[in-house]
């Protein structure tokens, strides 16, 4: 359906509607897509710069957790988060930081709890020199403990043939 619209002195214009409104409605389209590519690319920017933000604050979080710690639990756990991060930063260096650091936390307490168990003598109560036992054929090879062993062995044999028993029935008694 054709119409007139305007007469100039140099002629007419007949526009169609309908080819007008097609017009119209594919720049509308062609704009929204436009502005549709324009927003997914701003929102996956805006993404990724999220994803950065959280990841280096995390990162730093991990690494304050690191140097605050002394327990071995949480140190594997920084380990773990750090080989999480990948190729950040230098997350395999923090990783191995952590793990070896863990050790030097166990092998500590380890050397805690044997310095503890060598300082007792025979005049300590039995139960305590049982856990020294205990403790000593929980680590054989560590320091001296095989000789502490027997050592204490003799000790606890000693004290509880006193009472009356020896080390083979106080082991079955506890």
Do not use: H
Not at 62 to 79: G, H, M, P, Q, S
Not at 137 to 154: I, M
């Amino acid at each position: 359906m054709s119409f007139l619209i305007r007469s100039f002195s140099f002629g007419m214009v007949i526009i169609n509607f309908n080819q007008c409104i097609s017009c119209l409605y594919a720049d509308f389209l062609s704009a929204i897509m436009k502005w549709a590519g324009i927003m997914i690319l701003f929102v996956n920017d805006a993404l990724e710069r999220s994803k950065s933000i959280a990841t280096a604050a995390l990162y730093e979080q991990t690494i304050r957790v690191y140097e605050n710690t002394l327990f071995e639990d949480a140190l594997i756990k920084c380990a773990e988060k750090f080989e999480g991060f990948g190729d950040y930063k230098d997350s395999k260096v923090m990783a191995e930081k952590c793990r070896q650091r863990a050790l030097e936390v166990v092998d500590k307490r380890e050397y805690e709890k044997y310095q503890y168990y060598c300082s007792l003598t025979y005049e300590d109560d039995i139960e305590k020199l049982y856990a020294a036992i205990q403790f000593f054929k929980s680590v054989p090879g560590y320091r001296d403990a095989d000789a502490k062993l027997e050592e204490f062995r003799a000790i606890y044999d000693k004290k509880y043939a006193r009472e009356g028993g020896s080390f083979k029935a106080a082991l079955k008694k506890n």
